[in-house]
């Protein structure tokens, strides 16, 4: 079973939305777990990454001060804290589990992806 991606939806520039990603299989116990989106038209790209102790985090130069990056590893589930949203930020979310503990930034770092959540931001 794919990890889980919800909360997606259409919200207004310079709103919120928080996104959540449940790991049933909870293959993401002792990994480290990221986000990445694909805007219209465009390739996948990372967003933010963390550890599997969850200390360590990584945010894109795009989204550093506006998004946070968390789990909770007891509910075996990831979250995207999305504030000040612009229409850069549209796109379809996915989240996806590391191989062991990588949270790099690179897609090939990460064995398996969520089916994905559109998120649209209107002007």
Same mark, same amino acid.
């Given at each position: 079973?794919?990890?889980?991606?919800?909360? @997606? +939806?259409?919200?207004?520039?310079?709103? /919120?939305?928080?996104?959540?990603?449940?790991? *049933? %299989?909870?293959?993401?116990? &002792?990994?480290?777990?990221?986000?990445?989106?694909?805007?219209?038209?465009?390739?996948?790209?990372?967003?933010?990454?963390?550890?599997?102790? @969850? +200390?360590?985090?990584?945010?894109?130069? /795009?989204?550093?001060?506006?998004?946070?990056? *968390? %789990?909770?590893?007891?509910? &075996?589930?990831?979250?995207?804290?999305?504030?000040?949203?612009?229409?850069?930020?549209?796109?379809?979310?996915?989240?996806?589990?590391?191989? @062991?503990?990588?949270?790099?930034?690179?897609?090939?770092?990460?064995?398996?992806?969520?089916?994905?959540?559109?998120?649209?931001?209107?002007?």
């Amino acid at each position: 079973v794919q990890p889980q991606a919800s909360g @997606g +939806g259409l919200e207004q520039a310079g709103g /919120s939305l928080r996104l959540a990603c449940v790991d *049933s %299989r909870r293959t993401s116990s &002792n990994n480290g777990m990221g986000w990445f989106r694909q805007p219209p038209g465009k390739e996948r790209e990372f967003v933010a990454s963390i550890s599997w102790r @969850g +200390g360590d985090t990584r945010y894109a130069e /795009s989204v550093k001060g506006r998004f946070t990056i *968390s %789990r909770d590893k007891a509910k &075996n589930t990831l979250y995207l804290q999305m504030n000040s949203l612009t229409p850069e930020d549209t796109g379809v979310y996915y989240c996806a589990v590391g191989r @062991g503990a990588s949270y790099a930034t690179t897609p090939g770092s990460y064995q398996y992806w969520g089916q994905g959540t559109q998120v649209t931001v209107s002007s």
